[in-house]
């Protein structure tokens, strides 16, 4: 990360250092924009620019993490280190197992998060399913109902 960040600060740098009319040739005349050398620093800046953009943030909030991690935790460390190894072995422990969560443990619980879900829709949607059917039976229930008093009726007239 170091590298990549260094080389976009020198893309950039080595461009600007031209833009500003700083490089000379060997004749010593300037070379200025409208140079091939510009032209080539450009495309690097265009390379080096997402390195330096992309790399150095994150590194840099790696490093401001470490520094805040050794401040909030330096009240658990003697002035003597006799005890301190204890903590750090502990430390090391707490960093396996956070980082074994995090690559096998979250893909783990959220798989099955999913499944919980699948397993609520499906309930929901059978549950929706039968109480359609049950409404449907009813409903037909209630035309066999209808029908069968129609015929009553027709059978009725039919003797007078």
């Keep these: 990360n170091m590298f990549l960040i260094n080389s976009g600060q020198a893309w950039d740098a080595a461009r ?13 005349e300037v070379v200025g924009t409208n140079s091939p050398q510009y032209d080539t620093l450009g495309i690097g800046e265009q390379i ?3 390195l330096e953009d992309l790399t150095g943030p ?5 490093i401001k993490f470490v520094a805040v991690v050794g401040f909030v935790t330096s009240d658990l460390y003697d002035e003597f280190p006799d005890n301190t190894w204890i903590l750090g072995i502990g430390q090391v422990f707490l960093n396996f197992g ?7 443990g979250l893909a783990e619980a959220v798989r099955r998060f999913e499944a919980f879900l ?3 829709r499906e309930a929901i949607e059978y549950e929706e399913g039968v109480a359609m059917l ?9 035309l066999a109902q209808k029908l069968e008093g129609a015929k009553k009726e ?7």
């Design 58 to 62: 994150a590194l840099n909030n790696f």
């Design 134 to 142: 049950r409404e449907i039976e009813r409903h037909e229930k209630r």
């Design 48 to 50: 080096g620019g997402p």
């Design 98 to 104: 956070l980082v074994s969560f995090f690559k096998f």
């Design 16 to 28: 600007k250092y031209v833009l500003f009319g700083m490089l000379k040739d060997k004749q010593g």
């Design 118 to 120: 699948r397993r609520r």
């Design 154 to 160: 027709d059978a009725e007239l039919q003797l007078v």
